[in-house]
């Protein structure tokens, strides 16, 4: 079974910067999309952020328009990790954040995910 760990959450004030981690474990995530998810008060988890292998360094980033121009996604093939860099956060970024695979139709199960709360 494929374990995704999240990690680097925390309570944080708005405007402030926040780096997500999630070390991926029985598969190689250079050969799939990847992406970060998140759940919030209203219980509904949503992807946010996606990045898609390539043969190069880097690959294609989407970003959910909301968050679009304060977070990024990026991974290092060589860690097995994804990242989100959060920027510039809002209160109405308060969720639950999860890792897991691109494709939708790939997801069986999900890690404990990390908790980011936003609050002055």
């Known amino acids: 079974q494929v374990q995704f760990v999240e990690s680097g959450g925390g309570l944080v004030q708005p405007g402030e910067s926040l780096r997500l981690s999630c070390a991926v474990r029985?598969?190689?995530?250079?050969?799939?999309?990847m992406a970060w998810y998140r759940q919030g008060p209203e219980n509904q988890r949503v992807s946010i952020a996606g990045?898609?292998?390539?043969?190069?360094?880097?690959?294609?980033?989407w970003i959910r328009p909301s968050v679009k121009g304060r977070f990024t996604i990026s991974k290092s093939n060589a860690k097995n990790e994804v990242y989100l860099q959060m920027n510039n956060v809002k209160p109405e970024d308060t969720a639950v954040y999860f890792c897991?695979?691109?494709?939708?139709?790939?997801?069986?199960?999900w890690g404990q995910g990390t908790p980011v709360n936003v609050s002055s």
């Open positions: 897991n695979y691109g494709n939708t139709n790939l997801v069986v199960n």
């Open positions: 029985g598969i190689q995530i250079s050969e799939f999309p």
């Open positions: 990045i898609i292998a390539t043969i190069t360094s880097g690959g294609i980033t």
